[in-house]
Each structure stands twice: as C-alpha cells, then as structure tokens.
C-alpha cells in the first residue's frame, strides 16, 4: 500500500500546502509518525507535535493556523477528524479483506424455528433461540446468546459473548461489543411486611432502533411493561447500566460507566460523560451536555445547558465554587477573625 | 385473555369504586394506557396521570384521595405496586407456558461426577464442572460455567453467560442474571521491595444464600480465606463489585454500579443507591439508607440513618452544605468587603 | 496436612516467641481462627484480635510490639502480610494437586492455522481463532475467546468466559478473570452536519505485557491506531474501564471500577483506588496515589502525590475543606450576623 499525498488529498476532497509527492505509506498518531506516515491536528493539546512530528503529511482544519514552521506537507479540509476516520475506514477495508467472516461455523445452535437472512456469519458456539429472526449480513461471533423471539436487523454486529434475552428487537447496523447484556430484567421488588421482597415480574422488552452502537459489558435492562427504548444513532460506551423503562433520543453519546435509573428519559443529541449517574423518573432536555462523575437528580428542563457537580449545577458556577472549596480552611480562619473584632466592638 | 374489573378485583383482594363490569385485556403504564388497560398508581410523581388515563382501572393504596374526577374504575388494596406485581406475576405464567424451558440440549459439558437434580434445563454450551451439584428445577441457560465442586440449590436460575467458579455455593430460588461473574480471586497482592506484587492466593470461596438475585454482569470475588457471604434475600442490582470476604446481610437491596471493598460488612434490611463505594473493613449498621454516588470510609453504628455525601454525612446537613457550595463565590466576595471595612477600622 | 510451628517458622524464615511445639493443621483469619490455625497480622486494625483469638500461632512484623499478653505463639518477619502470603501458596499448591486442569476437552473450536504450545488447557466451548499463538503451559477456561492473530504468552490464565479480540498480544504469566473483555473498540464517532456520528475504524491493537493480572468483567479498548498498552506488573481489579490508547506504567495497581479516558498516561508504581474517573488525553506522575471516587481532570505532575476529590486537590486539604463544608450553614448564618453588624455601623 503505498500513495502520495496527492492521491491522498483528492480522496478527500483537501486542499495541499506543500509538496504533493510525497509518499504515504500508513497512518499514525501525530506524536509517534515516521517518515511515511500521514496524520491528523483536530485537537489542539497535541498542536505542539506539528512542530515537530516527522510525518509526510498532516491533515488540518481550513482554519489552522500555524504559529511556527511545518515541515510535514499540510491537507486542508472541512473537519480533520471526519477526513482522517475517513481514511481509517479505506484502510480498514483493505486490512480486512483477509479475514473476513462469514458461513456457519459448526457446532453452533439455531433452533429450527429461527429464520436466518443471508450472508450471514455465525460463530462456533453461538446460540439462536425460536422464533428468532436474523436479517442479512448479520454477523454473530462465536458464544453470543440470542432469547427467544428476538429480532435482529441487517448488517449488525453481534461480538463474542454478547447476550440477548428474548423478545428484544435490534435494529439495522448496529454494533455491539463483547459481553454486552440487552433484556436483563428491570431491577424491581416489591417490599413485604417482613422485611423481604418480592421480584415484580418483568414483562417488557427492549427496543434499539439503527445505527446503535453499545460497548462491552455495558447492560440494558428488559422494561417492566411497555420497553426500554435506545433511539436511532445512538452511541453507549463500556460497563453502562441502563434500567428498565429508560429512553435514550437519539444521537445521544454516553461515555463509559454511566449509570441511569429506571423510567429516566434522556433527550437527543446529549452528549453524557463518563461515571455519571441519574435518578430515577426523570427527563433531560435535549443537547444538554453532563460533565464526568456528576449526579442527575431532577428533570433538566432547558435544553443546550453545560452541567457538572452532584446534584449538578451549571459547570461554571461548579468551578468558581470548588476554587473557593479549596480555600475554606482559610476563609474559615478569615471569618474568625473578623467576627472576633465586630463582637469584641461593643466591650471596647 | 379477558377479565372484568371485578374478577381482577376479587383475585387481589381489592374494593371497587366505580363499572365493576369492564373489560381488561392487558397490563400497562399509566401514562400509556388503552381503554382494555388496568394500571397502578403507587409513585405519586405519576399521580397527574390519574386524571388523563385511558385505563378502565387504576389499582390505588386504600388511603389514596383523588383531587380531581377520575374516569377509570379504582380498586383499592393495602399496597399497590404489590398488588401490580401479583397481576404481572399471573400474566406472566400464561405467558411462558409456550416457552417453558426444560431438558438437556445438546451440545452441553456435563462432567461424569456431576450430580443433576429433577426438571431441570440445561442449555446448550453449558459447561458443568467435576463433583458439582444441581438441585431439582435449576435451569441453566446456554454458555454457563459451573466450577468443580460448586453447589446450586433447588429451583435457582441462571441466565445465559453466568460464570460460578470452583467450590461456591448458591442456594435455593436464586436469580442470577447474564454476564454475572461468581467466585473470581479476591484483589491482593503482597508488595515485594523491588516494586513488583505477588498474587496472594485465594484459597476462600463464595456462599450465596436462598432468594438472593444478582444483576447482569455483576462479580463477586472469593474469599481469600473463609468466605464472601451474600445472605438470604438480597437483591444485587447490575454492575455491582463485591470484593473478597465482603458480608451483606440479608434483605439488604443494593442499586446498579455500587462498589463494596474487601472485608466490608453490610448489615441486614439496607437500602443502597446506585454508584455507591464502601472502604474496605469497615461495618454497615442495619437499616443504613444510602444515597447514590456517596462514599462510606468508615463504620456506620448507629441504624436507621439517612446518609449521603463523599464522605457520608447526613442527608439534610448535606443538602444544606451544597446549598451554601453554590453560593460559594458570592460568600467569599461578601467576607473580601467585610473584612476591608473591619480591618480598615483602625486608620480612621 | 500437620505441621508444628517450629516447621512454619523454618520454611519463612521467622524468629519464634513462645511455644514452638503447637500443632497446625490450618490458615484462617485473625477474628476467625481456631486452636489449630495459624493466622496473620499485618493490618493493625485487627490488633485487638491479636490478645483474644484462639490461633496456635500469628505471623507478624519484626517490629510488633504487643500492648497486652498474647497466648498464641508469635512467629516475627519482615513482612507478616507477603509471608502468610508465601503459606497461602503452599497450602494452594497441596490443593490443587486433585484438580489440575490439562489436555483439551470437546467440543471446543481451534482454527487449523492456530499453534499452540506444550501443557495446555483447553475448555469445552472455546474458540480459538485463525493464526493464534498460545504458549506453553497456558489454561484457555471454558467459553473464553481469542480473536484471529492474537498471541497469548506461555503460562497466563484465561478464566472462563475471557473474550479477547484479534490482533491483540497478551504476555507471560499473566491472569484474566472470567468476562474481561480485551480488544474491544475504542469509543471514537466523528459528529456529522445532520447530527449523526461515524464510527471512527479502530485499527489499533492492545498489548498486555507479562505477570499483568486483570479481574472479572473488566474492559480495555484497543487502539484506534497504534497500542494500547497494559505495562508488566500491573494489577488490575474488576469492573474497570481503560479506555483505546491508554498506557499503565508497570507495577500499577488500580481498584475496582475505576475508568481512565482516551490516551490517558498513568505512570509506573500508582496506587489508584476504586471508583476513580481519569480525563483523555492527560499523564499522571510515577508513584501518584489516588483516593477512591477522585476525579482527575488534569495531568499529574509531580511524583509521589496523595490525591482524593473531583477534580482531585491535596488529600489534607480536601479534608480540611470538607471539615469546614459540613459547617457551611453555620458559617453562612455567622457571615450574615458579622455583616449586618458591619454595615450597620454607618446608620448609627
């Protein structure tokens, strides 16, 4: 494999500032490449390296502006981070032409009910349940379990170990990571005179809709009644817990380890960070945005807003008083000292 | 299926207020019901649905007052989500008659020395280890793996994907859910002077009591010595960790996400929010109530406490303390104006 | 098994205090033992078991120096937790002698091009993939994974249920707890004018380097392009998130359910507790200590630090701080008293 950063450029649609002949022969990260290898400047933490990477070409932003000499050959396009994943994607073709899966690997279980699209791959000790339905180019790797009833839609990815309960409906496209658990039962008991409980059982399902992607070892609990819904275009992280009777709107992204309680709605295109929490029976607005570790307790009404904190409160607010937090000790030595004088005012 | 509100009624013990005569077809939300609906208020958050609901009944707590007309049928009982959670319960076991599983499928691991009780389900690329023990009416659900010598009491269940290492023990009606990893090695590692660690060997076991349910993917590591003990009742949630010789007591109900460090006991009859961490050694008095995202460093020996917070502190104390956080900046701006007046003083 | 504690003393090297002549036929702990049990003392919050157990012997440190009379027999180390340690080893191995797992049972699926070593175990229901390279002396449980081309080091454990990626290369004598999930795809979507995402190709890999030991249900993201990487030594608990990209320095231990983002550096010899939350793209000293629930916004630059809190300060003045928090509505009333006092003074 082996181009120039000519080739390269009308592949996506850039324009070059440098010399256009260069050879490229892989992509690299901006602080590691070597003499042949092109790169991407999307986030501007790493703008030193362009200063200094060896790569032939750097992929950039229309209106980078460099603040020292380049030597590497710069491509101008709309977003370098589109145009860069775009050319993963070329190359990741390539790479995979060698291992592609498909066919039916032996032994595996589809129950003589289930109906099976084509140009499909199942792996070794996977298992399909009655009733199932498999649409086309699905692929289901080896040790993924498939419930009873349950549907999946066209070309999704099914990784090893994923587990599906029954009645569940996936959509077209979607990808979803190793050890993943979709229709687990809601969390619910009910508390009896003494002391025990009692499992309320879980008669709903879940429903994700296209283009979803879900991480490993994240789960989506089944509903009580009714469904667990996760809306078109949405991304989930890793090791996410998503409770019964949640929706998701779509093109939502969650980071990994977040965790929201059962009933909760969360709007669309959200952008949730990481090891965040929500409260139960509540709704957040659309394009709200939640810093990492914060604690959703109440509906968020206003959409576009920037949140962090436990219980969350507007991000900058959060930082003018944790740099205050930090100096309490000291503001509390202050006030001493001043309720010392006042009080002593009146003896004098 | 088609009942009338009075045969409902009569099933759950409940009075009529309203048509006895109208018809139920299914179970639903309150905020989703049909005209053939019945449907439960026990949440008053949910209560504005009352009012607007399409369901021909509402099941409500006997003390329950309407502030508006409402159209549907109430049937009042002494608790309503419990008495929802027997509908579901009913509904449900029409419901798996067609699905019901049991026998042996094929191909499954069953070692010679295994000892397998009555009625019972294993499914396909189960994997049941030396000298290990299944009680009457166990189902266990495709890809399990049971250790040598592990011990699975009468009528429990495990869904597909569950993990149970050597020589544990889980007893009767339990309910562990996919991806649930049981009697993994408890994390100790002896510091050796050259920086390195040495895996301290686990040579401790798990023993999980009768009616405890465990959430998808949830671990609960092994003892190092002795025993990691789930008691009888407990309901884990998804997600959670339970490190090595951890004790919950029984009944206790821990939500999603909550992490409980080695050594730690957890007393009877708690409630634990989600997204929770235990220090390790410590003890849990019983009744404690957390709430989600604190973080509990030392013992708890007073029962029946509130607590929220990282560290724990009382949850009105808390609520106000971040009440004041939020005006932090305000405050400090305040003590600056204050303290120039004071300290001016003396130059007048 | 008996031994005398002149014969335990011999094998780790220890000075014995008081009768050498005591029969052991177990390992318990301290608040546990009986009176043919040896145990440990290491944590002295287990001190005052020390002068009421009922054990024939306690290992301790050299420096112990008791408050009271101790009827069992004293055996003094260096270090009483690595030699209760070593005894652990001991009694395992005489254990495990009865269940030593080799040979490789069906049904399992090994790819005709996969090579695999001398001593092996190899599960029912495991799937071995094209080109994989399993050393000598390596256990494959029951139900685990390995992707195409990946290569696994002579001597690691792969618990049941283990699903590794292709391309990925695990070392030496490491030890991977069932449901971890090794070479999953990073988490990386390009956002698009419409407000959809791309998945961004993930074409990197993960190396796990050797005596690395990963608990259950854990996750770690392959590279989008390049490694990430796992340095040897490192231990890593259950339930945690290592996102693509990250680099753990060795000899790093991190506790449960801890997630460190994108490109994130920690440095060798860290000590993280659970529940930490690491923001992309930063790089965390060598020697850093990190306090349960912390959250660390930016890089560490400085070695040997003890940090606790989000975003993480000094640990002592997070105490102090949050001391003079849980006072904040007194200090607020104190603040409104002094001010009204203050300014006041100009009416009068």
Redesign the interface.
């Known amino acids: 494999m082996e181009f120039t950063v000519q080739q390269v450029a009308g592949l996506l649609n850039g324009e070059i500032e440098g010399d256009s002949r260069r050879i490229i022969k892989g992509?690299?990260?901006i602080q590691?490449a070597t003499a042949t290898d092109i790169v991407f400047l999307a986030?501007m933490?790493y703008e030193p390296y362009a200063y200094t990477t060896k790569a032939a070409a750097i992929i950039v932003n229309k209106d980078f502006v460099p603040k020292k000499q380049i030597n590497a050959t710069l491509i101008r396009v709309d977003?370098a981070?589109?145009a860069?994943?775009q050319l993963?994607?070329e190359?990741?073709k390539l790479?995979q032409t060698t291992?592609k899966k498909v066919g039916i690997?032996q032994?595996c279980?589809i129950s003589p009910s289930a109906q099976l699209g084509s140009d499909i791959y199942v792996?070794?000790?996977a298992?399909i349940g009655?009733g199932v339905k498999i649409g086309n180019g699905v692929k289901v790797?080896?040790?993924v379990?498939i419930?009873?009833n349950t549907v999946i839609g066209d070309n999704t990815i099914l990784?090893?170990?994923v587990?599906i309960?029954?009645n569940c409906t996936i959509g077209k496209n979607c990808?979803i990571?190793?050890?993943a658990?979709i229709g687990?039962?809601g969390?619910?008991?009910?508390?009896?005179a003494d002391?025990?409980?009692?499992?309320?059982?879980q008669?709903g399902s879940v429903i994700i809709e296209d283009?979803v992607?879900i991480?490993?070892?994240t789960?989506i609990?089944r509903a009580?009644?009714?469904e667990t819904i996760i809306h078109s275009?949405v991304?989930l992280?890793?090791?996410i817990?998503v409770?019964h009777?949640v929706r998701i709107g779509?093109?939502t992204?969650i980071?990994?380890?977040t965790?929201i309680?059962g009933s909760t709605e969360i709007g669309?295109?959200c952008m949730i960070a990481?090891?965040v929490?929500f409260?139960g029976?509540i709704k957040v607005a659309n394009r709200t945005n939640i810093g990492?570790?914060a604690?959703v307790?109440k509906s968020i009404k206003e959409e576009n807003q920037v949140l962090v904190g436990?219980?969350v409160?507007d991000v900058k607010?959060y930082m003018?008083?944790?740099?205050?937090?930090?100096?309490?000790?000291e503001?509390?030595k202050?006030?001493d000292a001043?309720?010392k004088?006042?009080?002593q005012?009146p003896q004098q």
Chains 1, 2, 3 share one sequence.
Do not use: C, W
């Open positions: 992509l690299a990260k590691e986030n933490l977003d981070y589109v860069f994943s993963l994607n190359y990741q790479m291992s690997e032994p279980y792996g070794a000790f298992y009655q790797y080896p040790q379990h419930g009873d990784y090893p170990g587990k309960y029954h990808t990571h190793a050890g658990v687990s039962d969390f619910g008991f009910a508390p009896q002391g025990t409980y009692i499992a309320v059982p008669v283009n992607d991480g490993a070892n789960v609990d009580t009644m009714g275009g991304k992280d890793n090791l817990q409770a009777n779509k093109n992204v980071a990994s380890q965790g309680s669309e295109n990481g090891q929490g409260a029976h990492a570790q604690g307790m436990s219980p409160i607010d003018k008083s944790f740099a205050i937090f930090k100096k309490l000790p503001m509390a202050r006030l001043i309720e004088i006042v009080t005012k």
